[in-house]
């Protein structure tokens, strides 16, 4: 078995292996003709479940046509000009580069002696990026898995900090206060738009959901500042702490940005921490055209941003970044047998003091091979290629009697629904619509997502893919009408 052990002795076998396994993956993408074959769950899962996992096949060959029936086949495949579901992205080769590499070295990005280089790779990304975003000289961050988990570290900071400010006010002011008595007074305020990991890191963070005020929106799906004005009030007047403002740029569901510059200036008169969830609308950092969309983000204390939405990056390659290094504090623990104190005093940088991870993948290196070889300006190109696709999507859709569609988008996201003519229930043009997803989904022509709107169905494109053209778009509406219309059809034709 030391045979499959990657070191000097197997270094060829390494090599052919994993050139056979680029091989196919290669060819996949060459003949790829749809998103997705369409497989159902109860098709596959017999195939997946029957594998014994006690016998190895022993041969990489043989375990590669195994993957091609279990999962190569039947993959949702990104790069297809008509995959337009989620937040999912096609990824740029140098990155993929960089992916292959991290995975063979397996550099650990807890401390120095585990990564040696990597460490300065991934701060000076951190540094590049505060410096995109204008957060100043104090700043400093560390990459993550994904938008959840720095949304939750980056609240976990903020509660630390609203506590903090609280118990040394007490003090100074001679009353006996502990982090018990304050915690049930602290609120985040997000608007009904934002993303479920804010209300799921209140939870998480011993607050509860219910620690989360919900701010409506205006008719561009934006934080309503007025709203959040007046909930700040209340939660002074009330006795409450207002811990936090979680500002989106880019939605989930409509890629709006909530209106910064007035959101900094309220959190900024409230003494509130402002976390900035810019997961999606990151890529306007690099944008050549359409930087000026974040103003206001400069004033963050701190910044979310997901390299794998729309850096075109791998998964997972995000980061939690802060104005103030010294609030990444209150993620540190140190442990004689990882990073004792006197690590910290003999400056060794060791990322784990900011990190509420231990183990971590050197994700950095991919954005960096990127980078080196494309430039930001190139990143950026291609995500304005995707924003000037769904301004033109709109159109078709505002033109398109078929279909209404919400709101004209800021980034890349439309949401839309399929509106028959006549007088029909409105219960059953949800179905209808509903329908026409599964539908489109089950014959692998094309991928879309769907969400609610005032309680009602919606579709909804997610565009992230510069291959896409509005024929794909136009193409993708069609097939949608004549599922919807099928579905219609033979509804109404049971209940005549």
């Known amino acids: 078995m030391r045979s499959h052990l990657l070191n000097e002795t197997t270094a060829d076998l390494y090599r052919r292996s994993v050139t056979e396994g680029v091989d196919r993956v290669a060819a996949k993408l060459a003949t790829t003709e749809r998103p997705h074959t369409g497989i159902a769950v109860g098709e596959l899962a017999p195939v997946i479940n029957s594998i014994d ?12 046509d195994e993957l091609e029936e279990v999962y190569l086949r039947d993959a949702v495949y990104f790069h297809h000009p008509r995959y337009l579901g989620h937040l999912n992205c096609p990824v740029v080769i140098p990155a993929v580069l960089g992916e292959a590499i991290l995975s063979a070295v397996n550099s650990s990005l807890d401390t120095w002696d585990q990564s040696i280089g990597g460490t300065l790779i991934e701060r000076r990304l951190i540094d590049w990026t505060a410096g995109r975003i204008g957060l100043g000289p104090r700043t400093d961050g560390v990459f993550t898995s994904g938008g959840s988990q720095s949304n939750f570290h980056a609240l976990l900071l903020a509660r630390d900090e609203a506590c903090r400010i609280a118990l040394q006010r007490a003090h100074a002011e001679g009353r006996d206060l502990t982090k018990a008595d304050v915690l049930p007074r ?18 998480m963070l011993g607050m509860g959901y219910e620690a989360v005020i919900s701010v409506p929106v205006d008719m561009g799906r934006r934080m309503d500042t007025s709203a959040l004005a007046l909930e700040l009030e209340s939660c002074t007047r009330d006795g409450l702490v207002p811990m936090a403002v979680v500002a989106t740029a880019g939605t989930t569901d409509f890629g709006s940005i909530d209106p910064l510059p007035e959101i900094a200036r309220l959190a900024a008169e409230h003494s509130t921490w402002m976390h900035v969830d810019a ?15 974040l103003d206001g983000i400069e004033h963050a204390d701190s910044v979310t941003v997901d390299y794998h939405k729309s850096f075109f990056q791998p998964v997972s390659s995000s980061a939690v970044l802060v104005r103030e290094r010294d609030t990444l504090r ?33 994700d950095a290196l991919k954005l960096w091979m990127t980078l080196r070889v494309m430039g930001a300006d190139g990143i950026g190109s291609l995500f304005d290629e995707v924003v000037d696709l769904a301004a033109a999507g709109w159109e078709l859709l505002d ?23 006549g007088d029909l229930r409105p219960d059953l043009v949800d179905e209808a619509n509903l329908h ?57 034709a049971v209940h005549s």
């Open 53 to 64: 996992l006690d016998k190895p096949l022993e041969d990489p060959a043989a375990a590669l």
């Open 186 to 203: 602290l609120r985040i305020l997000a608007s009904e738009a934002s993303h479920f990991s804010v209300r799921k890191s209140a939870a």
């Open 279 to 293: 997961a999606y609308g990151c890529g306007l950092l690099v944008s050549p055209t359409r930087r000026h969309l």
């Open 330 to 362: 209150h993620a540190t623990y140190h442990a004689d047998y990882l990073n004792p104190r006197r690590m910290a005093e003999e400056r060794i940088p060791n990322q784990v003091d900011k990190s509420i991870q231990t183990t971590r993948r050197f």
């Open 399 to 421: 033109a398109d009697p078929r279909f209404e569609v919400v709101v004209r988008p800021t980034i890349s996201t439309l949401v839309f629904r399929y509106v028959p003519g």
């Open 436 to 492: 026409a997803r599964k539908a489109l989904f089950a014959s692998g022509e094309a991928v879309v997502a769907g969400t609610k709107v005032d309680g009602r169905q919606y579709l909804k494109f997610t565009l992230l893919n510069p291959q896409t053209t509005t024929s794909d778009i136009s193409a993708v509406l069609d097939l949608l009408a004549v599922h919807a219309e099928q579905y219609l059809g033979a509804s109404l």
